[in-house]
């Protein structure tokens, strides 16, 4: 496949999966970030790097921001919002996190291509449907071309960073200058 007919196919998937996201879905997602101020979050693979760069602009947005298993992470309680990212919804020591922080009290939500799988049906308090094709996935998706979770995760990335920039257009007290403030400033 060449190189203007394999992006014109991404490009399009990619269409596909924004217009089907659930809107009203996207802005309950959007209301629990928003009302909470200590959130943790984890994801593995692909899709727990576009959830550590979501992570990073939650910090720099002024959150109180905890990525499960860092050594520096509190524990976990009542007040609490875990964001739990598993593309196909069964991954299982995700599963055990989820599990382990309701217990505790907070609110779990999942973010999945895959709303049947065991975490989001059984342990989310809520969740995210994003629509796109993942590995192992079973749900109604945007079919894509790319291999595995590809489609899943590289929507991930774009829906998080819109995200931000949906709550930082909202909120009068934030800006992209004032959160360029919390950048780090060690490199």
């Known amino acids: 496949m060449k190189y203007q007919e394999m992006y014109k196919r991404i490009l399009e998937e990619h269409r596909q999966v924004f217009e089907k996201i659930d809107q009203d879905g996207m802005r309950e997602f959007i209301n629990e970030v928003k009302n909470h101020n200590r959130i943790f979050l984890i994801g593995v693979g692909r899709e727990g790097m576009a959830t550590r760069a979501f992570a990073m602009r939650l ?31 069964r991954i299982g020591h995700i599963n055990y996190i989820c599990e382990r922080a309701k217990e505790a009290g907070a609110m779990i939500y999942t973010v999945t291509g895959s709303p049947s799988g065991n975490t989001a049906k059984n342990v989310a308090d809520k969740v995210f449907f994003v629509p796109a094709a993942v590995y192992r996935g079973t749900d109604d998706v945007v079919p894509s071309f790319q291999p595995m979770g590809n489609l899943f995760e590289q929507c991930l990335l774009i829906i998080f960073d819109m995200i931000v920039m949906m709550i930082v257009s909202e909120t009068p007290e934030l800006s992209f200058e004032k959160m360029s403030h919390r950048h780090r400033n060690v490199e």
């Open 59 to 89: 910090m720099h947005m002024g959150k109180e921001i905890h990525w499960i298993w860092d050594d520096t992470t509190p524990s976990i309680g009542e007040g609490d919002l875990l964001i739990a990212t598993l593309g196909d919804g």
